[in-house]
C-alpha cells in the first residue's frame, strides 16, 4: 500500500469510540481527586459530574471493567446513601453500581424481557468503593422525600432535587423502586456480581438514592433531572428521618443531567426546584 493511499485511510468509528471513552475516563479520575477532603460546593459538583461521565463511558463501552460479563439489559446507576440512621454517612456517600445479564446467564430470554432488577439473572456490582462528597456538602432530596427536612437561618428559597422515575419497564420490588422521586434501590456495594435479593444481612444492604443511564449512555429519567447540593450538615431527627441545617439560601449548588447523559453545573436558583 502506498504512502498516499495511507494518508487517506481515517479512523473506523469503533477506533473513535476507544478513544472518546478513554478520554471521559481520564478525565473522571482527574475531576474527582481528593474530592472528600474538602474544596466545598464547587468540589461536591466536580465530583458527582465526574461519577456521572465516568458511567456513561461505561455505557459507551457497554460493560463495565473487570470483565465481569455483563452485557445484556444493561443500567448504570449513581447512588446516594439514604439512611439516616448514620449521620456520617447519610446523604454523602456516593457509589456508582453496574446491573445486567451475563451472555451465561442469558439462555434463551430476550434481555428486553427481563424486567425484574432485582432476582436472577440479574445481578449487580460496584466497579469502585464508595466515595464522600466533600466535608460539609450534602445531598438534598426532592421535596417529595418527605423523609428530610429542611432547616434554614433564612427560610424562604429551600432548594431541592428532582429525580423523576425510571423511564422504561422495571418491576418493583422491595430492593429496587423505579417511580419514586428519586428512585431508591436496596444495595450492598460489592465487586461481586450478584442479584440484589441475594444480599442479605451479611452484606449490611442500605437504601440509596439512584439516578440511571441507559446502556446508550443516555439518561433514564422521565423530565428534568436536578442534583442539588447543600452547604450544611444533617442530623437524624429519629423515626428514619433526618434534617439539613444550611446557613442561607446561597448555600446551594446543582448538577443538571442532560437528556443526552451530558451533565453541566449552575449556581443559579432558577435551575432548581423550590421546596413545595
Known sequence: ??????????????????????????????????????????????????????????????????????????????????DPDDEVNHLRQVVLAVGGVSSADLGANNPASITNTSSLPYKWYSPEPPQMLPSGVVFVPPAADVGTSMQ???????????????????????????A?????????????PMALAAMGADFNPKKWYYVELQGSGASNHLGRTVLVLALGSVRNTGAGRAAIDVASENQFAAVLLRPNGDISMTLDSEEMDKAK
Open 1 to 82: 500500500m502506498s504512502a498516499r493511499s495511507l494518508a487517506r485511510k481515517g479512523f473506523t468509528l469503533v477506533e473513535l469510540l476507544v478513544v472518546i471513552t478513554i478520554i471521559l475516563l481520564i478525565s473522571s479520575l482527574f475531576l474527582g481527586l481528593n474530592a472528600g477532603d474538602g474544596g466545598g460546593l464547587a468540589a461536591g459538583q466536580r465530583m458527582l459530574g465526574s461519577s456521572i461521565r465516568t458511567l456513561r463511558a461505561m455505557a459507551l463501552m457497554n460493560r463495565g471493567p473487570g470483565g465481569t460479563g455483563i452485557t445484556h439489559a444493561p443500567r448504570y446507576r449513581l447512588l446516594i446513601l439514604n
Open 152 to 178: 434554614l437561618a433564612v427560610a424562604a428559597g429551600t432548594r431541592r432535587s428532582n429525580v423523576g422515575q425510571v423511564a422504561d419497564n422495571i418491576t418493583p420490588s422491595t430492593q429496587d423502586q423505579p
Open 180 to 192: 419514586s422521586n428519586p428512585p431508591v434501590m436496596t444495595f450492598a456495594p460489592t465487586s461481586q
